[in-house]
């Protein structure tokens, strides 16, 4: 019984990440300058709202923190399902972890040019913040096999029903579109655009919570209740 509460909290975690995390970038991203905003525009944006963005970078790393502990308890739950050498397991769990660590990358150079932004070019700030945008964008790569993984695993192996592991593939199939961030700072596919930004972030955030929401009511994982 004490196993399976705490296998149910371990499971929460990914719920609570996706909080912190979509809270704290709230708060650090709101009234941000549009990613083709001149240099003077940005400097003064994380002047006057330098307490703000720090915040907002700390609530994001606390989340990160919570994201983490989500994958080690989706990649156990993985490969319980999937037995023998847990591929997709191994998988989803590394994917996990470069995506965190692009992330963690934008999250130091936001918090580099919002540690004394009064004192240095705003150049140098905008370009800072760029290095952070495009950092996080070739972590895609890393959600992607978070999510087609996952994807695989439940539709193989049972180890999360359907429907959600459907949530999973759909995150899998959009993350890519991320990659725009890299190549445009204007448009669709721009940092702050509707393809690049808005609808990864929106079905990440549906994968994480549906996978993280079926972890608490089955601690032990469907594999043994659905069938292969």
Do not use: C, K
């Not at 909080?19 to 970038?25: N, Q």
């Not at 994917?95 to 540690?115: C, E, K, N, Y």
């Not at 700030?125 to 290095?131: I, M, S, Y």
């Amino acid at each position: 019984m004490d196993n399976d509460r705490f296998a149910r909290y371990a499971g929460a975690t990914g719920i609570i990440a996706v909080v912190l995390i979509l809270v704290g970038f709230s708060i650090f991203g709101s009234n941000l300058p549009s990613t083709d905003a001149s240099a003077q525009d940005w400097g003064s944006f994380f002047t006057d709202h330098q307490n703000r963005i720090q915040l907002g970078i700390t609530i994001v790393g606390v989340g990160l923190f919570f994201f983490i502990w989500f994958l080690g308890s989706l990649r156990s739950t993985i490969a319980a399902a999937e037995g023998g050498t847990g591929r997709l397991a191994s998988i989803a769990f590394g994917g996990g972890l470069i995506g965190v660590v692009s992330l963690l990358l934008a999250l130091t150079a936001a918090a580099a040019a919002a540690f004394r932004p009064d004192q240095v070019d705003p150049n140098l700030t905008r370009a800072l913040n760029d290095f952070g945008t495009l950092g996080a964008a070739p972590g895609a790569a890393g959600f992607t096999a978070l999510f087609a993984a996952t994807a695989i695993a439940g539709y193989r192996y049972g180890a999360l029903p359907a429907p959600i592991a459907g949530f999973s593939a759909l995150a899998a199939i959009t993350q890519p579109l991320a990659y725009g961030i890299a190549v445009t700072d204007h448009g669709a596919f721009a940092s702050d655009g509707f393809l690049g930004f808005v609808i990864p972030v929106i079905t990440f955030s549906l994968a994480i919570l549906t996978a993280s929401g079926a972890l608490v009511r089955q601690p032990g994982g469907y594999a043994g209740s659905t069938a292969r």
